[in-house]
C-alpha cells in the first residue's frame, strides 16, 4: 500500500512561480490547501518533513497535472488517496480544506495509517 499527495497546482517552473506569487499576494485565495499546510513560501514545511521521514509507508507526491497524466484519473484537488490494486480518496478535498493548521492533516494521515495497521 502506498499513500498520493496530490495537489490543486500543476507542475512546472512557471506554474511555480504562480503559485509562491499567489501563496503571497492573495493568501486567502489561494486554492490548494495541502500546499500551504505542507510547504512554506519557498521549500517544504520542515514539521512535515520530519514526519513524511518518520513513516514507514510509501508516499508519492504529484501535482493534478503529473497525477493524471500518470493514472488517467480525475478528482477535486487537493486530494490524498490510498493506492492498493485500486485507487481510493482516503482525504477528500473537502476534508483538506477543513484543516486549520498542519497538525489537523498529520492527525488524519496518523488515523490513516493507524487503521490500516
Not at 93 to 110: H, Q, T, Y
Request: proline share 3%; aromatic share 12%; net charge negative.
Amino acid at each position: 500500500m502506498s499513500i498520493i499527495f496530490v495537489y490543486n497546482a500543476d507542475s512546472g517552473p512557471l506554474n511555480g512561480l504562480f503559485d509562491i506569487g499567489h501563496k503571497i499576494l492573495s493568501p486567502s485565495t489561494y486554492s490548494c490547501n495541502l500546499c500551504k499546510l505542507t510547504f512554506d513560501t519557498l521549500t517544504e514545511n520542515r514539521k512535515w518533513r520530519e514526519f513524511r521521514e518518520s513513516v514507514t509507508i510509501e508516499m508519492e507526491f504529484l501535482h493534478r497535472d503529473e497525477f493524471e497524466k500518470k493514472y488517467d484519473l480525475q478528482f477535486d484537488y487537493p486530494v490524498v488517496l490510498r493506492k492498493n490494486n485500486n485507487i481510493e480518496v482516503i482525504l477528500p478535498k473537502e476534508e483538506i480544506d477543513r484543516f486549520e493548521n498542519l497538525d489537523d492533516l498529520i492527525a488524519a494521515v496518523r488515523r490513516i495509517l493507524m487503521a490500516d495497521d
